[in-house]
T-cell receptor, first 112, second 116 residues
Framework: GNSVTQMEGPVTLSEEAFLTINCTYTATGYPSLFWYVQYPGEGLQLLLKATKADDKGSNKGFEATYRKETTSFHLEKGSVQVSDSAVYFCALYRSGYSTLTFGKGTMLLVSP | GAGVSQTPSNKVTEKGKYVELRCDPISGHTALYWYRQSLGQGPEFLIYFQGTGAADDSGLPNDRFFAVRPEGSVSTLKIQRTERGDSAVYLC??????????????FGPGTRLTVL
């Protein structure tokens, strides 16, 4: 079946530090991959996506590259801000299933 | 425009009671999804509708859970004989349609259900 594994949190960083949140997946075929973000008190929002191997998704300074050879989609940001504090979810979508499979989420805490 | 809304935002009930959770999707979205997010976990798929019909209900944990979407817009998730293990945040999402290619799913803020 489909599954997503992401690093456990919380990840605690100082402002302007470099961020990596690891995500690996298991799926047959060619899934689309996503990062969703959940800010405190708000609903899930799509942060970025990649639909095929070697695609790079990017948004708000965050990037992730679809690596089929390592079945990974790690989230990176060069310089985090306090406002980036949130829970980040890696997810996949398989054609024909119409639903998302999520990882457990990684909490990011950024201090000034 | 208005996003996905869910009511109530919080629901506290006693074990054994019946509850209904409501979702109003974005206008014009034909696909509607229900997910359940337990504490410390990611959202898990329950059921999705394309129009009025349930296209996939394979995620419903047992027959105490049921969902309807009679007019192809608002959906209600119904839980009978609630158990403490049903306590979670229930998320609703909608998209323009469901299909082979991904249509962005827009999520509501969720309903936090607590079963005492």
């Amino acid at each position: 079946g489909n599954s997503v594994t992401q690093m456990e949190g919380p990840v605690t960083l100082s402002e302007e530090a470099f961020l990596t949140i690891n995500c690996t997946y298991t799926a047959t075929g060619y899934p689309s991959l996503f990062w969703y973000v959940q800010y405190p008190g708000e609903g899930l929002q799509l942060l970025l996506k990649a639909t095929k191997a070697d695609d790079k998704g990017s948004n708000k300074g965050f990037e992730a590259t679809y690596r089929k050879e390592t079945t990974s989609f790690h989230l990176e940001k060069g310089s985090v801000q306090v406002s980036d504090s949130a829970v980040y979810f890696c997810a996949l979508y398989r054609s024909g299933y119409s639903t998302l499979t999520f990882g457990k989420g990684t909490m990011l805490l950024v201090s000034p | 425009g208005a996003g996905v809304s869910q009511t109530p935002s919080n629901k506290v009930t006693e074990k054994g009671k019946y509850v209904e959770l409501r979702c109003d999707p974005i206008s014009g979205h034909t696909a509607l999804y229900w997910y359940r997010q337990s504490l410390g976990q990611g959202p898990e798929f329950l059921i999705y509708f394309q129009g009025t019909g349930a296209a996939d209900d394979s995620g419903l944990p047992n027959d105490r859970f049921f969902a309807v979407r009679p007019e192809g817009s608002v959906s209600t998730l119904k839980i009978q004989r609630t158990e403490r293990g049903d306590s979670a945040v229930y998320l609703c999402a909608s998209s323009l349609q469901a299909g082979d290619t991904y249509n962005e799913q827009f999520f509501g803020p969720g309903t936090r259900l607590t079963v005492l």
